[in-house]
């Protein structure tokens, strides 16, 4: 096996030790005490992570993007209208997905590096009866942070559903889901969770609920179903096991370790560090002569960064560059823009050490392609923000 890289792409990031030996542990009967016990803890510390105490949580095997379809799946009946406010790659993935189960969909769309303004998600929920609206928190594509916080009060104002792709931000950026009044959050283990890829989480409210037990036709996918899974996640949270289909136990085992930590940590410690990271890695990039996609500060994520190549920079030789690094970055997503950026994954409990690495390793393969950059200048830059 060739030598390990630190990954510092926006997903799967690193997990830490415990994490990973939790799940190579042996695997345990999904209606064993202990697994029991476990499944119990996640739901419960769910509800802790993404601050809904009322909240429905689902643990699912599967990838973010289940989560994504599952909340679309039994939310939405068809012709039901649904309005997507994109930042880009993953809102269009929403506009695609709420379509296949029958729903009209309206989309806003942002320009690259910028969010939907206000005045425009209300003007539209007022031209249609939407059912729900979906806000993509963080676009992986663009790092580009909506605040949902408005969207969602909005959205309750015209009564309308909201919901929340938090992929590349629940664990990471400030969120506090019942606070805000938004209906469901949902993310997947492998971003600022950190716990390798899997599994599709999400917490529904009460509110979302009710609309789903009011549905007069049976959601458009069977596994999916709420009716399949709900009373799986009601038994195991009362300490009982339940089967609909099997759980992924050993994920789900990392995940309490997973969830354990952030909750260790407490989440307004990490969503500080997370920010305090961000900003660091910013005035890094700054440093090295790079230009953001987020188009303002307020508008740029912590959890990950994305940057245009300078000019005189061809980003394959770039990206060249980087593979021979101690460092897997990732390249663009954005169909109009892919060759134009690049983008590097900063959530979860990324060190000190790998963020230095990290600046290191750009600023060497930007001056392979002729483009000066100092190292050391770069990460004093962020020691400055880090250290105060
Ligand atoms: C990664 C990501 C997804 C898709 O998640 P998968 O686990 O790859 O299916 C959806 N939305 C956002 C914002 C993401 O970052």
Redesign the pocket.
């Given at each position: 096996m060739s030598e390990r890289k630190i990954l510092m792409i926006?997903?799967p990031i690193e997990s830490k030790a415990n994490v990973l030996r939790a799940l190579g542990a042996p695997t345990l009967s999904h209606t064993s005490p202990d697994f029991i016990k476990t499944f119990g803890n996640c739901l419960e510390m769910m509800k802790k992570v993404w601050g809904a105490p009322s909240g429905q949580p689902f643990i699912m095997a599967g990838?973010?993007?289940?989560a994504?379809e599952m909340a679309a799946a039994n939310l939405i009946e068809p012709g039901d209208r649904a309005l997507v406010v994109s930042s880009g790659y993953?809102g269009e993935?929403y506009a695609a997905l709420l379509e296949r189960f029958g729903a009209r969909v309206s989309v806003l769309r942002a320009e690259p590096g910028h969010t939907v303004s206000l005045p425009d998600v209300e003007q539209a929920l007022g031209e249609h009866r939407f059912k729900l609206m979906t806000i993509?928190?963080?676009?992986?594509s663009t790092a580009v942070r909506t605040d949902p916080l408005p969207l969602a009060r909005l959205a309750r104002e015209y009564g309308v559903l909201s919901i929340l792709?938090?992929?590349?931000?629940v664990g990471g950026e400030v969120l506090y889901q019942e606070e805000w009044g938004i209906d469901v959050v949902l993310t997947?283990s492998?971003?600022a969770i950190g716990v390798p890829?899997g599994l599709?989480l999400m917490v529904a409210s009460e509110e979302a609920i009710r609309t789903w037990k009011n549905r007069k036709t049976p959601p458009g996918s069977y596994y999916a179903d709420w009716t399949n899974w709900l009373p799986v996640m009601e038994a195991y949270a009362k300490g009982k096991p339940a089967y609909f289909g099997t759980p992924a136990v050993n994920l789900i085992m990392a995940l309490e370790q997973g969830l354990g930590d952030i909750l260790n940590e407490g989440l307004e410690a990490r969503f500080e560090r997370h920010r305090q990271t961000g900003q660091a890695f910013r005035a890094a990039m700054a440093a090295m002569g790079l230009e953001m996609i987020p188009a303002s500060p307020d508008e740029a994520a912590d959890t990950l960064s994305a940057a245009f190549f300078p000019e005189k920079v061809e980003g394959s030789s770039f990206m060249q560059a980087m593979a021979k690094s101690p460092v897997v970055v990732a390249g663009g997503l954005l169909p109009k823009l892919r060759s134009a950026y690049f983008r590097v994954g900063h959530m979860g409990g990324v060190s000190e050490s790998e963020l230095q690495t990290t600046v290191e390793a750009i600023a060497s393969s930007l001056a392979e392609c002729g483009q000066a950059a100092d190292g050391k200048n770069a990460w004093d830059a962020a020691r400055a923000v880090l250290k105060p």
């Open positions: 926006p997903g990838s973010g993007t289940l994504m993953f993935r993509t928190h963080v676009d992986t792709d938090g992929v590349c931000s997947a492998q971003k890829p599709a």
